[in-house]
C-alpha cells in the first residue's frame, strides 16, 4: 500500500530505510495520507522471556 506524506503527518522522521513502523492514515481525494508515525518495537509471545547478552556470551563461552 502506498501511503502519502504532508505537513499534516506527525513522526515523519521515524520512517526510514530499514525499521518497522506503525502508520496510521486516513483517505484523502482516494489517497491515503499518513496522519501518525510510530516507531514499532517487538513484542516477545506469551510464555518467553528475554535473554540477555550477558547470559548468551555466558553460554558461548561453555561451548
Known sequence: MMVKFDDKSKGVNQAAK?????ITYE????????????????KLPPGTTEVSDHRQSRWLERL
Open 27 to 42: 483517505i484523502r481525494d482516494k489517497d491515503a495520507y499518513a496522519t501518525d508515525i510510530q516507531l514499532k518495537f517487538a
Open 18 to 22: 530499514g525499521k518497522a513502523v506503525q
